[in-house]
Nanobody
Framework: QVQVVESGGGLVQAGGSLRLSCAASRSISTSNIMGWYRQAPGKERELVAT???????NYGDSVKGRFTISRDTAKNMVFLQMNSLKPEDTAVYYC????????WGQGTQVTVSS
């Protein structure tokens, strides 16, 4: 079993920044995707950003140009730098690690006040 743990959420004012971190307890496979999703109250979970083990990234339209995903493959970690935060970014942010199987973290709350 792989444990996935997120950290770095919190309360920030609009226009501010936060950096989320996610650590997997072990390497998943040589080919894998790590990423972030979010879910706001009353809404479906949506893609924020993903990154492959080759460094290919993909972003949701609402965060392009403001968020940056990166990873440290040796440490089984993925990061999300969030800049120019908006109140609509408020959500629980989940880390997803996908190899042969899919593993999710418990989520970390991000709240952006106006």
């Amino acid at each position: 079993q792989v444990q996935v743990v997120e950290s770095g959420g919190g309360l920030v004012q609009a226009g501010g920044s936060l950096r989320l971190s996610c650590a997997a307890s072990r390497s998943i496979s040589t080919s894998n995707i790590m990423g972030w999703y979010r879910q706001a109250p009353g809404k479906e979970r949506e893609l924020v950003a993903t990154i492959t083990n080759h460094g290919t990234t993909n972003y949701g339209d609402s965060v392009k140009g403001r968020f940056t995903i990166s990873r440290d493959t040796a440490k089984n970690m993925v990061f999300l730098q969030m800049n120019s935060l908006k109140p609509e970014d408020t959500a629980v942010y989940y880390c997803k690690v996908q190899g042969i199987y899919v593993y999710w973290g418990q989520g970390t709350q991000v709240t952006v006040s106006s």
